[in-house]
């Protein structure tokens, strides 16, 4: 990995904003000969003909929050209490807009931003929701190798094959996105800050085509997953709401001039320059391993102060959870929002 001598400071992380008009800003510049677009929908996993999980998990994922997961602005969200649901900030909303899940209209009645300057959102609502998430507390996200995660979101279709210099490493993103419920699997693979963009600790994971977890492909994120929910299993059982989806590395470009740039699920990122022309990364094709794109969610256990003094949060024993979308930052990394 070579780093652009203009700054020590160079990824940059695209966050995957669930505004059309700010997707488009970070979309329009695909360089076109890289890449052809058919799409198969939302939360991306590598491999398989369709790209997506857009039913109910099952097997060892079975209850990992997919039955509280909701559609909000044009990402989604996690319920997390009788009238309160947990989203990404830069998804933005107003008084009276309206959370749906499970077919049901949850009006709003207030929204409290995380006054440490964290990308989480509080939103309240005037109907109860009759099932909800608990809260994962334990700090613990990166032992034993990394917690395995369930990824949810509602985000943009899978394209075709990003070609680089070593063949296929990515697929396009394919359009807008769906508004259709949609999860993945991954694993933790580390714990950041982005002295660029919110506040806060971000759980990070890793895209890749080697990887099996728990018997599922590896998955990652794009517009449209923002506020979406990451979930860990405790040692009870539970599933248990550990990050709302916040952004993914980008965008890329193959030469450092970043005259023609796209923002895609990079499974493989040797031979791509990935920042900006001004601060950037670059990884060698000759690198012996793949080098995956990482994904970014804010992190629920370091945030547990702020939820529970507006909530009083009880554990519902047994209660699920929700999911939701992502944003853009300048930081140590290059990182787009989604």
């Known amino acids: 990995m070579i780093e652009s001598p203009k700054s020590t400071s160079a990824r940059m992380k695209v966050a995957l904003f669930a505004s059309v008009r700010r997707m ?9 000969g890289l890449i052809v677009v058919s799409p198969a929908n939302a939360v991306i996993v590598f491999g398989g003909s369709e790209g997506q999980n857009q039913s109910a998990p099952n097997g060892s994922f079975q209850d990992s929050g997919w039955q509280y997961e909701g559609t909000w602005q044009v990402g989604a969200g996690t319920a997390i209490a009788p009238h309160f649901f947990l989203t990404a900030k830069h998804l933005g909303g107003n ?13 709003v009645t207030a929204i409290y931003n995380d006054p440490a300057g964290s990308d989480l959102a509080l939103v309240q609502v005037a109907q109860a929701f009759t099932s909800y998430a608990q809260l994962y507390r334990n700090g613990d996200e990166l032992s034993s190798g990394g917690k395995v995660i369930a990824v949810f979101g ?5 394209g075709d094959a990003i070609v680089g210099p070593l063949g296929n490493e990515g697929y396009a993103w394919a359009g807008g996105p769906t508004g259709h419920l949609s999860w993945g699997a991954s694993q933790v693979s580390g714990i950041e800050s982005f002295s660029g963009g919110p506040n806060g600790d971000f759980l990070s994971g890793t895209f890749t085509a080697a990887a099996s977890i728990l018997g599922q492909p590896s998955s990652t994120l794009s517009v449209g997953d923002s ?5 860990i299993k405790d040692t009870d059982g539970i599933w248990k709401l550990a990050g709302v989806n916040y952004g993914v590395d980008g965008p890329y470009s193959l030469d450092s001039s970043f005259t023609n740039t796209f923002i895609g699920a990079m499974f493989d990122t040797r031979g791509f320059y990935y920042g900006s022309a001004d601060s950037y990364v670059y990884n060698n094709p000759a690198l012996p391993n793949p080098v995956g794109q990482s994904f970014y969610a804010t992190r629920v256990s370091s945030k547990t102060a702020f939820i529970d003094a507006i909530t009083t949060v009880p554990e519902p024993g047994g209660s699920g959870l929700l999911f939701a979308g992502i944003a853009l930052i300048v930081a140590r990394r290059r990182l787009s929002v989604i």
């Open 154 to 158: 509602a985000g943009t279709m899978r």
């Open 95 to 107: 008084l009276g807009d309206s959370f749906v899940q499970n077919g049901a209209s949850y009006t």
């Open 227 to 231: 506020g979406g929910g990451v979930f």
């Open 24 to 32: 488009l800003v970070f979309s329009l510049p695909i360089c076109i």
